[in-house]
């Protein structure tokens, strides 16, 4: 499976059979021009998720590809036809199996705004976008973890104690736009994460195996 990070939740994986693009977002950049995509998977509405007029753009360069989001992104998407998908639901996409993962609502950022909803996509069983949430995986052993480090709703605290909890072999920190420093972040990713956790920190815009 190679992964390519374009920045910020933004993560292209492909798997050998399916091309699977997770979260073209306004903090990203590189992927615009992509072509040969089986699938878009947005997690959710906030615009560093989800860019509708560089979507439109890669949906009419990659005509084929479905576009998957919840049904709150759908609804926004003026003009863009989607494929809705909540937790529990199951995909076929290229030679992907994709599951919907997670509770469905977006971490909360504070009591008084309110939660949107949130999808995780776990890749072949092996490769989970949580989206902006931490949540489990529903499998035993997890391969790669594409691991939010920086955003209103967390704290470094809670990204090391998620990370243990899932342990994945490989952990590559994503969402860290917000941050000054991500790599202060990724430190105690290394430093506190689980002993056999190996911390992967791509070339923005390289594809890594994983």
Same mark, same amino acid.
């Given at each position: 499976m190679h992964l390519t990070h374009y920045g910020h939740a933004c993560v292209l994986v492909d798997t050998g059979s399916a091309r699977l693009l997770f979260d073209p977002g306004a903090f990203s950049t590189g992927f615009e021009t992509l072509d040969g995509l089986d699938a878009i998977l947005v997690t959710h509405q906030h615009f560093d998720h989800v860019d509708?007029?560089?979507?439109?753009?890669?949906?009419? $360069?990659? =005509?084929?590809?479905?576009?998957?989001?919840?049904?709150?992104?759908?609804?926004?998407?003026?003009?863009? #036809?989607?494929?809705? $998908?909540? =937790?529990?639901?199951?995909l076929a996409l290229g030679g992907a199996?994709?599951?919907?993962?997670?509770?469905? #609502?977006?971490?909360?950022?504070? =009591?008084?705004?309110p939660l949107v909803a949130n999808n995780g996509y776990l890749v072949d069983g092996a490769l989970l976008h949580p989206g902006d949430a931490y949540v489990p995986p529903g499998v035993d052993e997890l391969a790669t973890l594409l691991l939010p480090t920086g955003a209103p709703w967390l704290k470094v605290s809670e990204a090391v104690d998620y990370l243990r909890s899932v342990a994945p072999r490989t952990v590559v920190p994503i969402h860290e736009g917000t941050l000054a420093d991500p790599a202060l972040h990724y430190r105690f990713f290394d430093d506190l994460g689980p002993d056999a956790t190996t911390l992967l920190v791509p070339d923005r815009e390289t594809a890594v195996d994983v």
């Open positions: 509708a007029d560089a979507l439109r753009t890669l949906l009419r $360069a990659n =005509p084929d590809a479905a576009l998957v989001t919840d049904g709150q992104t759908a609804g926004q998407l003026d003009g863009v #036809d989607a494929r809705t $998908a909540a =937790p529990g639901d199951v199996e994709v599951s919907v993962v997670g509770s469905g #609502d977006h971490a909360q950022i504070h =009591p008084d705004i």
